[in-house]
Nanobody, 120 residues
Framework: QVQLVESGGGLVQAGGSLRLSCVAS????????MGWYRQAPGKQRELVAT???????NYADSVKGRFTISRDNAKNTVYLQMNSLKPEDTAVYYC??????????????WGHGTQVTVSS
């Protein structure tokens, strides 16, 4: 089993910045793609950004140029630097990780989420 714990959420004014972190722990053998998703009230969960183990990144159009995803493989940690935040970025942000065990079986894990609130 792999556990993901997010941190760094909070309340910020529009135009401000936050940095989210997600640490993976447990029986880690090989972490693959890691990413951030978000869910606003009354909306479906949506992709924010992903990063492969080789650090190839992918972003939602709505955050391109404002958010930066990165990872530290030695620390099993993925980050999301969020700049120029907008009220529409308000949501619960979830960390996701793809993991392969020693036998090659892959599983998908989620954190419990961290709240980001951007005031206008």
């Amino acid at each position: 089993q792999v556990q993901l714990v997010e941190s760094g959420g909070g309340l910020v004014q529009a135009g401000g910045s936050l940095r989210l972190s997600c640490v993976a722990s447990g029986s880690i053998f090989s972490l693959g793609t890691m990413g951030w998703y978000r869910q606003a009230p009354g909306k479906q969960r949506e992709l924010v950004a992903t990063i492969t183990s080789g650090r190839r990144t992918n972003y939602a159009d709505s955050v391109k140029g404002r958010f930066t995803i990165s990872r530290d493989n030695a620390k099993n940690t993925v980050y999301l630097q969020m700049n120029s935040l907008k009220p529409e970025d308000t949501a619960v942000y979830y960390c996701n990780a793809d993991h392969a065990n020693w036998g090659g079986s892959r599983s998908d894990y989620w954190g419990h989420g961290t709240q980001v609130t951007v005031s206008s």
